[in-house]
């Protein structure tokens, strides 16, 4: 019998996708108070290796986030309880990113999930790449 947890199982897979604006990159500097000029001056980023504004790092982890949260098991609570990231290449406004996380454990004892994480743009480049791991409650009534 497969191991799984609120019918996920190794090899499960979902995915989320988010249309990146400037909107979205200064309203995340605002909740953050992460106001560093890369990410909302062009004048400034034109004198980096990016030549142009990029969206923080910790937006395109957002999607892997929205995937687990939203997706993974939508009639469960998920609780995230680990991510490792490393940031490939850089997310501009304008760019299509999907997070697609494919679950790789599955431990019914804890009803505990490792997943593999990728974050790609619409050019199928992976901006992000790691791994989670969550814990998945069921809703009590």
Not at 97 to 109: G, K, Q
């Amino acid at each position: 019998m497969t191991e799984n947890i609120a019918g996920l199982e190794v090899d499960s897979v979902v995915t989320f996708t988010k249309e990146v604006t400037q909107d979205d990159i200064n309203t995340f500097a605002d909740v953050t108070g992460d106001h560093n000029p890369l990410h909302s001056n062009a004048e400034y980023a034109a004198k980096t290796r990016f030549k142009q504004p990029i969206a923080h790092g910790m937006f395109g982890a957002g999607v892997i986030s929205a995937a687990l949260g939203t997706r993974l098991a939508p009639d469960s609570v998920v609780v995230y309880l680990g991510q490792n990231l490393r940031f490939r290449a850089p997310v501009l406004a304008g760019d299509t990113i999907t997070a697609t996380c494919t679950v790789t454990t599955v431990e019914t004892e804890k009803s505990r999930i490792g997943l593999q994480t990728v974050v790609t743009n619409q050019e199928g480049i992976e901006v992000i790449i790691g791994d989670a791991q969550v814990m998945i409650d069921e809703i009590r009534n």
